[in-house]
């Protein structure tokens, strides 16, 4: 079934945004929010409840871990899947340690990303993480 | 360690203190006289207590020691100087009455570098020390050298780290955009722009593995390769990069495959960087076959250990070239069958993150054709 809910794409690189942007419409007709720096990301997620937030980990000002633990302030149900470069495993293991549904490496190939995905807002549907 | 002062004036040539240890007034006197003229200032120590002092206090170049001293004796000072000062402390050449007696050898053992026996000549006084002031100053020279170039390297690896990190992002985001434009996803293109296209998207794919590869080699050589072992399940993991590189090959048309074995056991490794590996392996293998090959992957448990290995269809790597294969920048003479870039990286990234789990990788050629690369990580 296509994927017609609403993404958060937070990251502050333009190119990673447009990218990403585009590889997620292949998940079927989403609507797609940008924010470049973590307030952005906090704001549009209070005014869209978002079903699906893509979280780069390395942004300036306020941290990947930061902004994640802000959106799980406000909806502790909410799936975010962090977008990483550096696989800088204690902070990857920290965001999921604090609620995050998964990670994706930006350098993957567009299509593991896609399947990545799917499988995420597939399983996901309402279902409250165990 | 030496201090700063005393480096500096050594570097410059101005190793001009000595210290003169001896309880005799006279002995001391003949010493100093034989210094001054020389240009050396000489500081005159009466026991091996004010000895020590006064080394802290003048940090000087050189200590002529006595060995005969009330209270602790010169082996003693010369060993608490060894122990305070390490390898920077400055040369101790004893002076005995009994020169070729054990005093020598007992002298030398407590880490003097010369001795001097009375009575002093002074010729003979001066050649040595101008000998050991020299190896000294050589010395510190060659620390100085040594630690420059150390910085110089964490400077270099340091750079590197920062460049390929900085790169890698707007690399992703090109080689991804180009793949978008080319599978049509904002509209249909022309031949000659999907050629062009192409040509965009194998230099960023080629340029992204590059950097990629070279972000390694600067983490490995800064001693910051860090395994984060978890328990994983190996075919699990193998599949999920099978997945993956299958998406390469088939432009190709190569295929990888996974033979069939018996589920290996969950085993303690670190998954991302194990995962690295057999992205490389696999990548190499489709890489060095001909098109249309087919690469098998095997994943099993044996004896407790886990082994994977990666077959390919290539020509082999020749018996001359073995030593090259998993050294840094060791390209061998085999080349890529598709036009592919090659770094001559990956496979000593490879090498340093299964030693780094304590493992070995080893490559073999086959008796028919290509190669097996295959790597062991121990329970």
Do not use: W
């Not at chain 2, 022309?190 to 992204?208: F, G, N, P, R, V």
């Amino acid at each position: 079934m296509p994927f017609t809910g609403k993404i958060l794409l937070v990251d502050d690189e333009a190119h990673i945004r447009k990218y990403v942007g585009l590889v997620v419409r292949g998940l079927g007709a989403p609507v797609i929010f940008e924010a470049s720096s973590g307030e952005q990301a906090l704001a549009l997620y209070a005014q869209e409840s978002p079903d699906l937030v893509l979280l780069d980990v390395n942004l300036p000002g306020m941290t990947g871990v930061q902004i994640l633990s802000g959106i799980l302030a406000q909806d502790p149900d909410a799936l975010v899947v962090m977008l990483t470069s550096l696989a800088n495993r204690q902070t990857i293991e920290e965001c999921l340690r604090l609620g995050a549904a998964s990670y994706i490496r930006k350098d993957t190939p567009k299509e593991a990303i896609l399947a990545e995905l799917s499988a995420i807002v597939s399983d996901s549907p309402n279902d409250p993480a165990p | 360690m030496p201090a700063p002062a005393a480096t500096a004036s050594l570097l410059e040539g101005r190793s001009r203190k000595i210290l003169v240890v001896d309880d005799d007034r006279l002995n001391r006197r003949i010493l100093s006289r034989i210094l001054l003229p020389e240009g050396f200032e000489a500081i005159e120590a009466d026991s091996g207590e004010n000895a020590l002092e006064l080394y802290a206090q003048k940090n000087p170049d050189l200590v002529l020691l006595d060995v005969m001293l009330p209270g602790m004796d010169g082996f003693a000072v010369c060993r608490e100087l060894r122990t305070r000062y390490g390898a920077g402390a400055a040369p101790v050449i004893f002076i005995t009455a009994k020169a070729g007696s054990d005093d020598v050898v007992e002298g030398l053992a407590a880490g003097g570098v010369d001795y001097l026996p009375k009575p002093i000549r002074a010729k003979e006084a001066l050649a040595r020390i101008h000998t050991h002031l020299q190896i000294r100053q050589l010395l510190a020279e060659q620390r100085l050298l040594v630690e420059q170039l150390s910085n110089a390297n964490t400077a270099k690896n340091r750079f590197l780290g920062m460049a390929a990190h900085d790169l890698r992002n707007p690399l992703a985001a090109i080689r991804g955009l180009a793949e978008l434009l080319r599978d049509g996803v904002v509209g249909t293109l022309t031949h000659d722009q999907l050629d062009l296209l192409e040509t965009i998207h194998t230099a960023s794919k080629q340029m992204l593995v590059l950097v990629n590869e070279l972000l390694d080699v600067a983490t490995i050589e800064a001693g910051e390769l860090k395994i984060y072992p978890d328990t994983v399940d190996p075919l699990d993991l193998v599949e999920k990069a099978v997945y993956v590189a299958n998406i390469e090959a088939t432009t190709k048309k190569t295929k990888i495959a996974i033979v069939p074995h018996e589920r290996p056991q969950p085993h303690v490794f670190d998954p991302n960087k194990i995962r690295q590996v057999v992205d490389n392996l696999l990548s190499n293998a489709v890489k060095y076959s001909p098109p249309g090959s087919t690469v098998q992957v095997e994943v099993e448990s044996v004896a407790g250990s886990i082994v994977f290995a990666v077959r390919d269809q290539g020509p082999g790597i020749p018996e001359s070239e073995h030593g090259k294969l998993f050294k840094d920048f060791g390209r061998t003479s085999v080349q890529p069958t598709g036009g592919e870039k090659s770094t001559g990286l990956g496979l000593a990234i490879c090498r340093k993150i299964v030693e780094a789990h304590r493992g070995t990788i080893t490559a073999e050629n086959q008796p028919e054709r290509g190669c097996v690369f295959r790597f062991t990580l121990p329970s």
